[in-house]
T-cell receptor
Framework: GAGVSQSPRYKVAKRGQDVALRCDPI?????LFWYQQALGQGPEFLTY????????KSGLPSDRFFAERPEGSVSTLKIQRTQQEDSAVYLC????????????FGPGTRLTVT | KQEVTQIPAALSVPEGENLVLNCSFT??????LQWFRQDPGKGLTSLLL?????REQTSGRLNASLDKSSGRSTLYIAASQPGDSATYLC?????????FGAGTRLTVKP
């Protein structure tokens, strides 16, 4: 069966550009998570959706970061006015239920801001 | 705030050795703990998930233990193989708030 997919896999943006990263979760999965992973570090939580509701956005580093999941399936993470410190791998994960269940990760989008 | 620490940061062993990776966390009020494998340039692959009420989980050559009261988990890999070379990440879940360690980078030499 299809796993979590993310697109694009690689994105190069000039400083100041806006970017949009897409996540397609496993079909039917209720929960969706976004993480940011800097080089040599573990992933850091950004935000969490249960269906279309964004229940936790405490990890978003600034108001330049915005995430949505309007129909409770596909999610988009948008970064406005990108800066060099935004360079990282952005990982998406989905889980079949709400609550603390096993998360299934996508391959990530590597964002490089020049 | 939950802090997750993994020791060692890197480990190199000859093929066939048994090895142990360590994970510690500061807040014992967790729902579960998950061990992941990450290959270079790839996403995370879940290896084992231990619910807070469990003490260990096994899958093939892998065994993970959890001591919630002391804030520790170990991942035991038996009879290591070159294909086991990867970064191993530990993550604790405080109900949809998952915190990761920085990982242990494992190299298994043929």
């Amino acid at each position: 069966g299809a796993g979590v997919s993310q697109s694009p896999r690689y994105k190069v943006a000039k400083r100041g550009q806006d970017v949009a990263l897409r996540c397609d979760p496993i079909s039917g999965h209720v929960s969706l998570f976004w993480y940011q992973q800097a080089l040599g570090q573990g992933p850091e939580f950004l935000t969490y959706f249960q269906n279309e509701a964004q229940l936790d956005k405490s990890g978003l580093p600034s108001d330049r970061f915005f995430a949505e999941r309007p129909e409770g399936s596909v999610s988009t993470l948008k970064i406005q006015r990108t800066q060099q410190e935004d360079s990282a791998v952005y990982l998406c994960a989905s889980s079949p239920k709400g609550g603390a269940y096993e998360q299934y990760f996508g391959p990530g989008t590597r964002l490089t801001v020049t | 705030k939950q802090e997750v620490t993994q020791i060692p940061a890197a480990l190199s062993v000859p093929e066939g050795e048994n090895l142990v990776l360590n994970c510690s966390f500061t807040d014992s009020a967790i729902y579960n703990l998950q061990w992941f494998r990450q290959d270079p340039g790839k996403g995370l692959t879940s290896l084992l998930l231990i619910q807070s009420s469990q003490r260990e989980q096994t899958s093939g050559r892998l065994n993970a233990s959890l001591d919630k009261s002391s804030g520790r988990s170990t991942l035991y890999i038996a009879a290591s193989q070159p294909g086991d070379s990867a970064t191993y990440l530990c993550a604790v879940d405080n109900n949809n708030d998952m915190r990761f360690g920085a990982g242990t980078r494992l190299t298994v030499k043929p």
